[in-house]
């Protein structure tokens, strides 16, 4: 069964860290572009950050370049999103998905995971 799992979402305060996790199951990740997404709310799903197959290019939305980083472990099958200095505008469910494609739009990808939430507040 192919799957993508996300983890490491929770409460934090602003000016904290998280490190997501997106663990893949049924399929091996260096093939595809690896793609991470969020839902805030009455807002529309919008892209954060990829990783292409090779993991040469990474690419953020402006919005959390300089804050956000995302890396992947082959050993692991898993990609990962580091966040650090959190803003409570970084609150939402964060999903992965994959694509052959490399674009920050959600309608290239497939395979999607529940999603993690996260929420920053003091």
């Known amino acids: 069964q192919l799957q993508l799992v996300e983890s490491g979402g929770g409460l934090v305060q602003p000016g904290g860290s998280l490190r997501l996790s997106c663990a893949a199951s049924g399929f091996t990740l260096d093939y595809y572009v690896i793609g991470w997404f969020r839902q805030a709310p009455g807002k529309e799903r919008e892209g954060v950050s990829y990783i292409s197959s090779s993991g040469g290019s990474t690419n953020y939305a402006d919005s959390v370049k300089g804050r956000f980083t995302i890396s992947r472990d082959r050993a692991k099958n898993t990609v990962f999103l580091q966040m650090n200095n959190l803003k409570p505008e970084d609150t939402a469910i964060y999903y992965c998905?994959?694509?052959?494609?490399?674009?920050?739009?959600?309608?290239?990808?497939?395979?999607w995971g529940q999603g993690t939430q996260v929420t920053v507040s003091s």
């Open positions: 998905a994959r694509s052959r494609i490399r674009s920050m739009l959600p309608s290239w990808y497939e395979y």
